[in-house]
């Protein structure tokens, strides 16, 4: 599984990747981020879950690598912020200067468009990834259950897939060990790597696709209590530190502790935050990108704490929250 290297935290996030938006299905990235430094790969989040993004030259050496197996189509400077972070200690674990505020959204958020910093930018090209019917999964274990901390796995077909390719049915990008090679040689200082197990499965694919849903589906559905259970593990993991109790005994933990559960484990995130109008904005962002009531509900999945009161909060709008009892 290709990933952006750590690099301070979800500082590092936006500084190397960045947002970015679609106007259309089919339309280009339009991506809102740092500059004039580009790095030569980036991950951009946004909507639809985060893209890779090369610079001309990672496109070139790309296009003559065979195993590759990509394509690529052109970007949009969209909203470009002058930040000059490439300059600061990447060995620091901070970065040298943080936004007002304090979160890291702030580097970007409510800042003007520089069109002067636009024009020093190198052209930058969205990757169009081959896509094979594979199925990524998060933690399982041999047995193929569903378990917390257990192995990432992708279920294949007896056919061929590798170099640089995705799940037809979403997922992170994923590369074989050639690419990764590839990949290590030429842009070393901004990707990871995280090992995934492959398992022959046949019929993992045919399964997803009866459950109608775009995400791996190749362990049984989690209760609510595992749900909270992977959700807490995974802001522990991500440095949350949230408490299982949900206290907040420690004051450096950050108070709301907000989890995105969809209907099966391979997609679970958590995130948190300190203060009330971060979180607020966090959720009007949400409703902005995806409108709609009932099944489309774009809060609908969301599970929001308070840590300070351990309660559960539901948004009613306007930045208003009320408790859940539970």
């Known amino acids: 599984?290709?990933?952006?290297?750590?690099?301070?935290?979800?500082?590092?996030?936006?500084?190397?990747?960045?947002?970015?938006?679609?106007?259309?299905?089919?339309?280009?990235?339009?991506?809102?981020?740092?500059?004039?430094?580009?790095?030569p790969i980036s991950f951009p989040s946004g909507s639809s879950g985060d893209i890779v993004v090369v610079s001309e030259e990672l496109k070139s050496e790309l296009e003559n690598a065979a195993a590759s197996q990509v394509r690529f189509r052109?970007?949009?400077?969209?909203?470009?912020?002058?930040?000059?972070?490439?300059?600061?200690?990447?060995?620091?674990?901070?970065?040298?200067q943080r936004p007002?505020?304090?979160?890291?959204?702030?580097?970007?958020k409510d800042q003007k468009h520089s069109e002067e910093t636009a024009r020093r930018m190198v052209p930058a090209w969205e990757v169009v990834f081959e896509e094979f019917p594979v199925v990524f999964a998060h933690w399982l274990d041999s047995a193929g259950g569903a378990t917390n901390g257990?192995?990432?796995?992708?279920?294949?077909?007896?056919?061929?897939?590798?170099?640089?390719?995705?799940?037809?049915?979403?997922?992170?990008?994923?590369?074989?060990?050639?690419?990764?090679?590839?990949?290590?040689?030429?842009?070393?200082?901004?990707?990871?790597?995280?090992?995934?197990?492959?398992?022959?499965?046949?019929?993992?694919?045919?399964?997803?696709?009866?459950?109608?849903?775009?995400?791996?589906?190749?362990?049984p559905h989690l209760t609510s209590d595992e749900y909270r259970t992977r959700a807490l593990a995974l802001c522990e993991a991500k440095s949350f530190v949230v408490p299982p109790a949900f206290s907040r005994t420690d004051r450096t933990v950050s108070r709301y502790c907000v989890v995105l559960c969809d209907e099966t484990p391979a997609k679970l995130s958590a995130a948190s935050y300190e203060s009330f109008d971060a979180l607020a904005s966090y959720v009007e962002h949400r409703c902005r990108l995806r409108p709609g009531g009932g099944e489309g509900d774009p809060l609908s999945n969301l599970q929001i704490y308070d840590l300070e009161t351990r309660k559960r909060l539901r948004y009613l709008g306007g930045q208003q929250f009320t408790t859940v009892d539970e």
């Open 74 to 96: 052109a970007t949009v400077w969209d909203k470009v912020i002058p930040v000059d972070w490439h300059s600061w200690d990447k060995r620091a674990s901070q970065p040298k």
């Open 150 to 219: 257990g192995q990432d796995v992708l279920l294949v077909e007896d056919s061929f897939c590798g170099g640089f390719f995705r799940s037809s049915f979403g997922g992170p990008p994923i590369v074989d060990d050639a690419m990764k090679d590839w990949l290590q040689a030429r842009v070393s200082g901004w990707v990871s790597f995280h090992p995934l197990k492959v398992v022959t499965d046949p019929g993992a694919a045919e399964r997803l696709q009866l459950h109608r849903t775009r995400y791996a589906n190749a362990a």
């Open 1 to 39: 599984m290709l990933k952006q290297v750590d690099l301070w935290g979800d500082y590092g996030d936006v500084l190397v990747s960045g947002f970015y938006r679609r106007e259309g299905l089919d339309s280009p990235a339009l991506l809102h981020r740092s500059g004039p430094f580009l790095p």
């Open 100 to 108: 007002v505020g304090g979160e890291p959204g702030n580097y970007l």
